[in-house]
């Protein structure tokens, strides 16, 4: 099975910025923990990460083979379950809903922080009523938490 690991806008920063919320792991550092842990679960874990909607959306639609990319390069790269860190987009974004209602994937919102104890303005997501699960707060050890789920969640459907 092929899970995707997407972050969105700012998510290159991780480790960087405001690392009193956000923690200082890095995402480099991260993907490569995520790849190993996946592997061990019989897991083919791929990592994305942009800062612009469009690319996002590009990455996620060229999970069907006969979609017209304009500007993206990314191959036809089927998907089985996706772990989505869309960083603000989780606010905003009714596009990256809709793309993905639109492939049908299933897949986890992952926060790093409790977008709950903060800003009224994150605790709206655009995702949330259609994800599998929402972690956060856990700091980045949410996303291994996503991992392991994505594992015993594809188990259980035969995948
Ligand atoms: C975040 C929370 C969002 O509100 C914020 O815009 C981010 C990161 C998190 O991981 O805690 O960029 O998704």
Known sequence: PHILLLNGPNLNLLGLREPHIYGSTTLPALTT???????????????????????????????????????SQTPHTPFDFIIINPGALTHTSIALRDALLGIGVPFVEVHVSNVHAREEFRHRS??????????CGLGVWGYEVAVGFAARYLAAKGV
């Open 33 to 71: 923990t995520l790849k190993s842990h996946a592997s061990t679960l019989g897991l083919h874990l791929t990592a994305f990460q942009s800062n612009h909607e469009g690319a996002i959306l590009d990455h996620l639609h060229s999970h069907y083979p006969q979609a017209q990319l304009p500007t």
């Open 126 to 135: 655009f995702l949330s009523d259609r994800a599998e699960a929402v972690i």
